[in-house]
């Protein structure tokens, strides 16, 4: 991503810390909507960047396994000002 080599032990390691975590959020999500109940709060909010960032990535594949975190991923990532943070950073 950054034009570095990339150490595939290092990614597999963090993705086995990933997919835990990931694990719980999938649990979270099926009991409400976002991630701090059911409405849209800074948790949420909070991981845009990193969701916008691990989408372009293989890693991607962890976030497809799970379909509560897919479905709160994109309803996330749809939001209208995200997509104007998305657009200013194109500028």
């Not at 979270?28 to 372009?56: A, E």
């Amino acid at each position: 991503m950054f034009g570095m080599t990339t150490d595939p032990a290092a990614v597999e390691a963090n993705e086995a810390k990933l997919s835990k975590v990931l694990d719980v959020y999938e649990t979270r999500l099926s009991k409400s909507k976002y991630l701090g109940g059911d409405q849209f709060t800074l948790v949420d909010l909070h991981h845009l960047p990193n969701i916008q960032v691990l989408n372009g990535t293989p890693t991607k594949k962890l976030f497809d396994s799970r379909p509560k975190l897919s479905a709160w991923i994109a309803d996330v990532t749809a939001r209208p000002a995200w997509s104007k943070v998305l657009a200013m950073q194109k500028q």
